[in-house]
């Protein structure tokens, strides 16, 4: 996830280091994650054409080949000095963008990373910084309006047409103000018709505290899965998961041409943001809450049809989601979900942050391509009233209540010979 709260902690999982693959077709070879989702079969569907998915991230670079024509330029909400084309801007962003509407290159489109919906369209909107800018201090920006910038964010991108926000970012927060600011935020947008997914963070092998946004009520929060298709060690688990996706040795778009390789639940999220968005367009008048509940209903547990912290409902499903959407009677968004009764409570500790794809050292390169207070709601807190958006209409048996809220990030890599130089030596850069 990238860093928006005050203080960032040390990262602790290790990037998966990859060598260049000869030719750009290795790079959709690698990417194991679309036959684990079945995306071929849920492409026959849907591609997400139509549907906007707001990446509220650290920039994305539209000029990528995988990305030319997908993408829409919003606000940058941070403040710092770092513009397009610079060494600290748009990496995770773009990386992220790719996973949700990549749509390769070459003949065919048969070169480059395809993301989980291709037809669908980026709106970029810069509300975190790198987590090596030096131009910045480490944290959330403050906007024009002073307000935070990720409530802003929020705020524009459904203000602006976005169907789906897709938040590969988190941590916790000791500040009550800010923690009702971005509540409030979330639940707007869900009150305007647009779905809200975050990851649910890189923590497990530390504190495994729950992260947000990812456990705000209605949020989809999602959990990194392995090849295996079990929780990735450094995946957060607790109550506010809802499900999971791949997140291990996923391939991302890097600024100016290139690949980035890593872990973490920041793509997890990705994908899981894409799928809203192939739902989305096969029936666009299902609420956010009806969106959720087909992901749930339809994903792969372990066990089958059981809820877990690791996994949540368990892997997502695409195409069995589409099936399932298209029998459903579409409902109206929850007008106005409740509020906490009760104030957050923090633990007198310092702020964390978690981050969905650990920065690594090594970035795939292709000769042939462009070079280029707050609480910890869970189990900590005791009077806090769950929400989590009412079960949708529709065929099938109500959907068993999930726990409430959602959740994070992890892992990349630098660059390789023949592309822009990676980060300076010993340089871990931001978790994905």
Same mark, same amino acid.
């Given at each position: ?26 790079? #959709? ?77 070459? =003949? ?44 802003? $964010? ?66 989809? =929060? ?31 778009? #890097? ?74 009677? @579409? ?9 906490? #009764? ?27 391509? @462009? ?14 009233? #769950? ?6 209409? $529709? ?14 990030? $992890? ?5 390789? @010979? ?15």
């Amino acid at each position: 996830m990238r860093p928006w709260l005050a203080a960032v902690p040390a990262l602790t999982a290790a990037a998966a280091l990859w060598a260049a693959p000869a030719s750009a077709d290795a790079v #959709r070879g690698n990417e194991w994650a679309l036959g684990a989702l079945q995306a071929p079969e849920a492409w026959s569907t849907s591609r997400g054409d139509g549907v906007t998915v707001a990446v509220l991230d650290t920039g994305v670079d539209g000029g990528h080949p995988d990305l030319t024509g997908q993408v829409t330029a919003g606000p940058d909400l941070v403040g710092s000095t770092a513009r397009p084309g610079d060494p600290y801007w748009g990496q995770h962003g773009t990386a992220m963008a790719s996973a949700i509407a990549g749509h390769g290159h070459g =003949a065919g489109g048969a070169d480059g990373v395809m993301g989980i919906a291709p037809g669908a369209k980026i709106m970029s909107v810069r509300v975190i910084p790198e987590r090596n800018d030096p131009g910045v201090p480490r944290g959330r920006g403050t906007g024009a309006s002073g307000d935070d910038s990720l409530v802003q $964010g929020i705020r524009y991108a459904t203000d602006h047409g976005a169907q789906v926000i897709s938040m590969s970012l988190g941590g916790t927060s000791l500040d009550p103000q800010r923690n009702a600011q971005d509540d409030e935020a979330v639940q707007y947008a869900i009150a305007h018709d647009v779905v809200v997914v975050a990851s649910a963070g890189n923590g497990a092998e530390t504190t495994n505290r729950t992260e947000f946004p990812a456990a705000y009520p209605g949020v989809i =929060a999602v959990a990194a899965a392995d090849r295996a298709g079990h929780r990735a060690p450094f995946s957060t688990h607790g109550w506010a998961t809802s499900v999971a996706a791949p997140g291990v040795d996923i391939l991302g778009a #890097r600024p100016g041409g290139g690949y980035l390789v890593g872990d973490g639940t920041s793509p997890a999220a990705a994908f899981v943001s894409g799928v809203c968005a192939l739902i989305r367009a096969r029936v666009p008048g299902l609420s956010p809450a009806q969106v959720r509940q087909v992901l749930e209903r339809t994903a792969a547990g372990q066990p089958a049809g059981q809820y877990t912290e690791d996994l949540g409902w368990g892997l997502v499903q695409p195409a069995a989601a589409l099936r399932l959407a298209a029998t459903l009677k @579409p409902q109206p968004p929850d007008p106005a979900l409740a509020t906490y #009764r009760t104030r957050y409570y923090g633990d007198g500790r310092l702020p964390v942050i978690g981050f969905g794809w650990l920065y690594g050292q090594v970035l795939l390169g292709l000769a042939a391509l @462009p070079t280029g207070g707050a609480c910890l709601v869970g189990a900590v807190l005791l009077a806090v009233r #769950r929400r989590r958006g009412s079960p949708g209409a $529709g065929a099938g048996a109500p959907l068993p209540a999930p726990p409430p809220g959602p959740a994070g990030d $992890g892992p990349l890599t630098g660059p390789a @010979p023949g592309l822009p130089a990676a980060p300076r030596p010993g340089q871990r850069g931001l978790g994905w």
